[in-house]
């Protein structure tokens, strides 16, 4: 690494630790809560066999009680998102500290396995179809169509986001292809199978380092390394993670996981229709193939 590169990350990272400083401190998680009940798996959504997720930040007051609740993602239904609402109202903490709390609550059919159908593979084909001949707006169109027209599982989901963020790659928006490879492994990754779940992480730790955000690219190295697996995938990186991670040391900087939510529920009912058609997904789904290999010598 160059004495330029070195200069620039370190003032980067003086920069970040300036800011930490200021940020809220959340609760720490020996302060459970005790009365958590589920929200109503919304009726309309439930007929038409609509699954989706939402997250949420809130506050939990001295009393325990729950106050200035927000939701910070979701899947775009808007019955999940007032369900989630409703329910939280009624969440209770023990009483005492003070602090921020963020909840993701999933509205899923009973499965066992990850499951696509051969419809959603087939549309989702369309698109990249659309991608690899360069029209990206007919990409997104065949996309939003699908979300629209279709009932997609939370696995399906899942997976129309590493699809969404292939269009973000070809159409050069990193931000936002990471912010998608981010969704999808929402949940701990538990909506993709197993090795897209890795190959999106190692993904997601790429475009982290390209895009400078550092203290998450060694966070979720150390993520993908927990397994023999992820080690393996992640092997090419290693050597730029421990120089990034040596810095971070030197400064300080203590990073707050973003993408594991303090409490996390599932709203679980039967389905009520079953799909014959169901399968396993692909172990390549595409959306998650750019980028493909590490940025050399890059911090």
């Known amino acids: 690494m160059s004495p330029i590169q070195s200069s620039l990350i370190t ?3 003086v920069c970040f630790a300036n800011c930490a400083i200021a940020q809220f401190q959340p609760i720490s998680d020996d302060k459970p809560v005790f009365e958590k009940p589920l929200p109503e798996y919304p009726e309309s959504e439930y007929v038409r066999g609509h699954e989706g997720w939402v997250m949420v930040g809130f506050q939990v007051e001295r009393s325990g009680l729950v106050s200035a609740i927000d939701i910070l993602e979701s899947s775009g239904r808007e019955a999940f998102d007032k369900a989630t609402l409703s329910a939280l ?8 500290e003070a602090g ?3 909840a993701l609550v999933n509205f899923q059919y009973e499965r066992t396995y990850v499951q696509l159908s051969r419809r959603f593979m087939s549309l989702n084909d369309r698109v990249h179809k659309q991608i690899d001949k360069g029209n990206l707006d007919a990409a997104e169109n065949v996309l939003a169509d699908m979300r629209n027209d279709h009932d997609l599982t939370v696995f399906e989901l899942a997976y129309s986001y590493l699809t969404e963020g ?9 931000s936002r292809q990471l912010a998608l490879f981010r969704k999808a ?13 890795l190959s999106t992480l190692r993904a ?4 982290e380092i390209d895009l400078q955000d550092y203290g998450s690219a060694v966070r979720d190295y150390e993520l993908l390394a927990k397994t023999s697996v992820g080690r393996k995938m992640g092997e090419d990186l290693e050597q730029v993670i421990g120089i990034i991670r040596k810095q971070l040391d030197e400064i300080g900087i203590e990073m707050q996981p973003y993408m594991v939510a303090d409490n996390q ?3 679980k009912r039967d389905r009520p229709g079953y799909d014959s058609s169901i399968s396993q997904p692909p172990i390549n789904p595409r959306g998650n193939v750019k980028p493909s290999k590490p940025p050399a010598k890059k911090n």
Do not use: H, K
């Open 11 to 13: 003032t980067f990272l």
């Open 89 to 96: 109202q009624d969440w209770r903490f023990t009483p005492g």
């Open 204 to 207: 997601i730790i790429i475009l």
């Open 265 to 267: 529920v599932s709203v």
């Open 185 to 197: 492994i929402r949940n701990d990754g538990r909506w993709l199978a197993r090795e897209n779940y």
């Open 166 to 174: 292939r269009i973000a790659s070809e159409s050069g928006d990193l």
């Open 100 to 102: 921020s709390r963020t």
